[in-house]
């Protein structure tokens, strides 16, 4: 079973800088691709990034390519999300999603994600 729990959202100051993470209490993500995805109040789910188990197919979404950065260690069993220049409208509440890499444009639709974490938030505001 696989149980993800995001970390290291919180406030900061537009142009400032986060980096979150996605871990599993349960199995080991080694195998799966992650997605990252997010939410915003008023707003339908967005996907973000999303990785393949291998590193081999990597996605971003137009709004954040050139400002986020997905990376896996599987060795700590974690995938993070280097999020620079924030923005107001990057504010949302952040999820990450394991499952199958269905290609890259599926993945950041959600599809071929089975397993989803309780999200952190984000907020960027001055």
């Known amino acids: 079973q696989v149980q993800l729990v995001e970390s290291g959202g919180g406030l900061v100051q537009p142009g400032g800088s986060l980096r979150l993470s996605c871990t599993s209490t349960g199995s080991t993500l080694d195998r799966y691709a992650i997605g990252w995805f997010r939410q915003a109040p008023g707003k339908e789910r967005e996907g973000v990034s999303c990785i393949s188990s291998l590193e081999d197919i990597i996605a971003y979404a137009d709004s954040v390519k050139g400002r986020f950065t997905i990376s896996r260690d599987n060795a700590k069993n974690t995938v993070y999300l280097q999020m620079n220049s924030l923005k107001p409208g990057d504010t949302a509440v952040y999820y990450c999603?394991?499952?199958?890499?269905?290609?890259?444009?599926?993945?950041?639709?959600?599809?071929?994600?089975?397993?989803w974490g309780k999200g952190t938030l984000v907020t960027v505001s001055s």
């Open positions: 999603a394991a499952g199958v890499m269905v290609g890259p444009t599926a993945a950041l639709k959600g599809y071929g994600m089975d397993y």
